[in-house]
């Protein structure tokens, strides 16, 4: 997609999978706890964010990768994903950014 859009594309991986320095958060899932990275400068403050990912279950991952932006001082303008599972109520957890869901299901 970043490609597509001549737009840089940030990975945010589990610990322990990027090269460089990185800030890490720890968050809760479904069925247990994970920790994500970002580079450490990956992102600038200002820097404007799309997060986005296949599926908005309970809001876990997308939450921990805002956090990781905000620890970048970047600005996520969006969290766009392809499914939503809305009996799940993950995009309560993320009240303050938009939510864009291609498809949703069991609402």
């Not at 899932?29 to 992102?43: P, S, T």
């Not at 403050?45 to 986005?52: M, R, S």
């Not at 296949?54 to 990768?65: F, I, P």
């Not at 303050?96 to 291609?102: A, E, F, G, N």
Request: some cysteine.
């Amino acid at each position: 997609m970043a490609q597509q859009l001549k737009i840089p594309f940030v990975p945010i991986r589990k610990k322990g999978k990027l090269p460089r320095e990185c800030y890490s958060v720890k968050y809760e899932k479904e069925y247990g706890f994970d920790e994500f990275d970002i580079q450490i400068d990956a992102l600038k403050e200002g820097d404007k964010v799309v997060l986005v990912d296949d599926l908005l279950a309970t809001g876990g991952t997308l939450e921990a990768a805002k956090k990781l932006c905000d620890k970048s001082k970047a600005e996520v303008l969006s969290h766009c994903v392809v499914f939503e599972l809305e009996f799940l109520k993950g995009r309560d957890r993320l009240r303050d950014t938009s939510v864009i869901s291609l498809v949703k299901y069991g609402g």
